[in-house]
């Protein structure tokens, strides 16, 4: 089965396809790296990445979808950021929910509230967003949610970009690159900062961005082309020396790795669509990636809570204990996901 075709804007199946194989990836490696050393937990990391295949194809939906129609840029905005708001914001809801119903139960709720972070503070912070931009806030109660500032930070500048697209072309992928590494510059070796604040701030996601609305272009003009530079064995291979090059800067401290996403972005997004491309063959799979794509988002808000809720007094059985509880917790969290998405769409047309 070839996950592209010719009928551009109805048969998009394989960006749920994508979707659905880099969330797999996200999810393992929270689970993983719950249970295992810091070194082997660097191997895993791999799977993290997914979050540069969402951002890509954030970029490339949203531009695919606006040539169809041209909306109003006020109508947009406001559909766009609804779109992502309330699953957030429910996600809140469901996530502080249930970790008092586990402390609750448990006869201990200061232990669940200090193991998640819970307080006020990191509460107010993540109702206003203002979560992201406090070092001790960013990755506490669901670390996931550190995404959903990166992504609505990129959605504001997104008629800036497509602006600047149909004016300057294919310039504004050199101009997002050096924007993005002259912020990398500034605050990796300038400020010597290696604060998680800096590192996901939209800036530091621009070039791959601004590649997401490239790609789409060529998508809807040139498909034959878009095809021939993300699919095949050169494309993949490049893709695995960019990759290459992200984990040997990932090796060099604070600095390499506030520059090793400009080369995991490219090289993960390639090395994804090609092991997508080829396992699509497989029915069974096709339809997995595509449940897991449509339902990504509520995957992504909500699945990393649950594995220090459920499995905390489990953690130090390393890689065995992580075998054997994996398939419970990947049943918990489709299940939580599953009942999480319907309830929105039920109530929210979300």
């Given amino acids: 089965m070839k996950i592209i075709n010719s009928d551009i804007y109805d048969n998009t199946n394989w960006i749920w396809y994508l979707k659905g194989c880099a969330i797999l990836g996200i999810v393992l490696f929270h689970w993983f790296s719950y249970y295992l050393s ?5 191997a895993v990391n791999f ?11 954030s970029a490339f939906g949203i531009y695919l979808s606006y040539e169809k129609s041209h909306p109003k840029w006020g109508i947009w905005c406001r559909k766009r950021f609804f779109k992502i708001i309330l699953p957030y914001y429910s996600s809140i809801l469901l996530v502080v929910f249930s970790i008092l119903i586990f402390g609750v139960v448990s006869g201990n709720v200061g232990r669940y509230l200090g193991m998640s972070g819970l307080s006020i503070g990191s ?3 993540s109702v206003l967003l203002y ?6 806030y960013v990755l506490i109660i669901n670390s996931p949610w550190w995404f959903i500032v990166t992504i609505l930070e990129l959605y504001l500048i997104f008629p800036l970009l497509y602006r600047c697209f149909k004016k300057y072309g294919w310039m504004i992928i050199l101009g997002s690159l050096v924007i993005t590494v002259g912020y990398e510059v500034y605050y990796a070796v300038i400020l010597m900062s290696d604060s998680v604040v800096y590192s996901k701030f ?19 003009n ?6 021939k530079i993300t699919i095949g064995l050169v494309p993949f291979m490049f893709g695995l020396l960019m990759e290459m090059i992200g984990i040997i800067l990932a090796f060099h401290g604070p600095k390499g790795r506030a520059f090793n996403d400009v080369f995991n ?13 080829y396992l699509c063959k497989y029915k069974i799979i096709t339809r997995s990636f595509y449940w897991l794509g449509r339902y990504s988002l ?10 220090y809720l459920i499995y905390n007094n489990y953690r130090n059985g390393g890689i065995k204990s992580s075998l054997v509880y994996l398939p419970g917790y990947l049943i918990v969290v489709g299940s939580i996901s599953y009942i999480f998405q319907k309830c929105l769409s039920k109530y929210s047309n979300v």
């Fill in 123 to 125: 509460l107010v912070a």
């Fill in 298 to 307: 509520s995957i992504f808000l909500v699945h990393a809570p649950y594995i």
């Fill in 265 to 277: 972005s490219v090289g993960y997004f390639l090395i994804l669509i090609n092991i997508v491309n």
């Fill in 202 to 220: 939209f800036l530091a996601f621009l070039f791959e961005y601004t590649s997401g609305i490239i790609l789409a272009d060529i998508y809807i």
């Fill in 222 to 227: 040139r498909i034959a082309v878009f095809k």
């Fill in 47 to 57: 799977g993290g990445q997914g979050v540069h295949v969402f951002i890509i194809l």
């Fill in 131 to 136: 979560r992201a931009f406090i070092d001790k």
């Fill in 38 to 42: 810091e070194t082997c937990v660097f």
